[in-house]
């Protein structure tokens, strides 16, 4: 853990994203969001009611907005060039339609914003020793499985430049790998 610290995705997005509003594509009850710093208002999309009515709670104080919908929906019913950033923690591999949630986040971003995607590194070295003890299997909810090769092909076809995928954020023995793109 201290040569390869745990990363927080709103770390990295306030490193890559401009201050603005920022949107969690999954944000469960919106603890990551509220950690975000001044400047950055969070918006968020979940498909739990449940989990959607807590967001709106804990982010009240910071002015946020929640939407309770599949991420899909949630993204149709944006604006474009709304946001500076997004993030897509542990979100991805749930999606059923990655490809064109990918490229409603490109539309809903302006020109320079991020989207910061975490998701199971399936091309792992554990994957292959653990076989179908893996933990990033997770079935009926792990519907997508990504290399980082998959990956970066992905996020270029929906029209994102890569700005951040090196050796430390998808270590071959990590279960997991971080990608951070840019719309241009």
């Known amino acids: 853990m201290h040569i390869f610290p745990r990363k927080n995705i709103e770390v990295i997005t306030q490193k890559y994203a401009k201050p603005g509003r920022i949107l969690d594509l999954g944000c469960g009850d919106g603890s990551q969001l509220s950690r975000l710093a001044d400047g950055y208002a969070p918006y968020g999309i979940e ?32 604006p474009d060039t709304h946001f500076t950033g997004i993030m897509m923690r542990s979100f991805l591999e749930h999606d059923i ?9 490109h539309r809903v971003l302006v020109a320079g914003g991020i989207v910061v995607i975490k998701v199971p590194n399936y091309g792992c070295i554990n994957r292959t020793y653990r076989g179908k003890r893996w933990c990033g299997f997770r079935f009926p909810d792990h519907v ?16 994102f430049d890569i700005v951040r995928d090196n050796f430390l954020d998808r270590l071959p023995i990590s279960d997991n790998m971080w990608l951070v793109a840019c719309k241009t």
């Open 47 to 78: 498909v739990s009611k449940n989990l959607a009515l807590q967001a709106e709670k804990i982010l009240a104080a910071k002015k946020g907005k929640v939407a309770n919908a599949d991420a899909l929906t949630g993204l149709r019913n944006l």
């Open 97 to 105: 339609d990655p490809k064109n949630t990918l490229l409603e986040a």
């Open 144 to 159: 997508n499985y990504f290399t980082p090769k998959t990956l970066r092909n992905l996020v270029t076809e929906c029209g």
